[in-house]
């Protein structure tokens, strides 16, 4: 049987990017790269590999997903570190409203502006499973140059002030 798709394109083709989508084209597709970063709770720095994909359906929104490797000394997978998935909302005046979840019990509104190449997004409302790490607030900032996405990520959490936490430099994968 045949499925009718109401956008005209069939499941392998690229839906038409809906308007409101325009201040973050060029983040669509996938990024990869390695960043650095720290914690006052943790016992020192470290070193990650990261890889971002940003995708749509033809709808104002995107579809995001992270996910990180925490790197020995070498530069080499040690193991899997952070996950994420979620939705970008875009708005018509630009405004960003995203839906950030973890596996590790952590669920963030987020909320900001995309402009010029660059998203900045701070925390509207951190919801917790019963076992999560107690986190607070964060703010993460996206910013495209060229084939270049720079990832920072601050974050207040277990007691801490909002603070650095992660930064990456990001290239375009596909």
């Known amino acids: 049987m045949d499925i009718p798709y109401p956008d005209g394109h069939g499941p392998d083709e ?6 409101l989508l325009a201040p973050v084209l060029g983040f669509l597709g ?9 914690y006052p709770t943790l016992a020192g720095d470290f070193r990650y590999a990261q890889e971002v994909t940003f995708s749509h359906d033809g709808r104002p929104f995107l579809r995001y997903e992270a996910r990180a490797w925490l790197l020995d000394g070498d530069g080499a997978p040690l193991r899997p570190a952070a996950r994420e998935s979620g939705w970008w909302r ?24 995309a402009a010029d190449g660059a998203v900045d997004l701070s925390t509207h409302d951190v919801a917790l499973t019963p076992t999560a790490k107690d986190v607070t607030a964060t703010r993460r900032r996206y910013t495209l140059t060229d084939d ?7 974050l207040a959490a277990v007691g801490q002030p909002l603070q650095h936490h992660l930064s990456a430099t990001l290239h375009r994968k596909r």
């Open 30 to 38: 996938t990024w990869n790269g390695r960043g650095q970063g720290g």
């Open 90 to 113: 875009l708005q018509p005046d630009g405004r960003v409203e995203a839906l950030i979840t973890q596996p590790t019990g952590i669920a963030e509104i987020a909320v900001g502006q």
């Open 14 to 19: 690229a839906p038409v990017p809906h308007a």
């Open 148 to 154: 270049t996405l720079t990832f920072v990520h601050d």
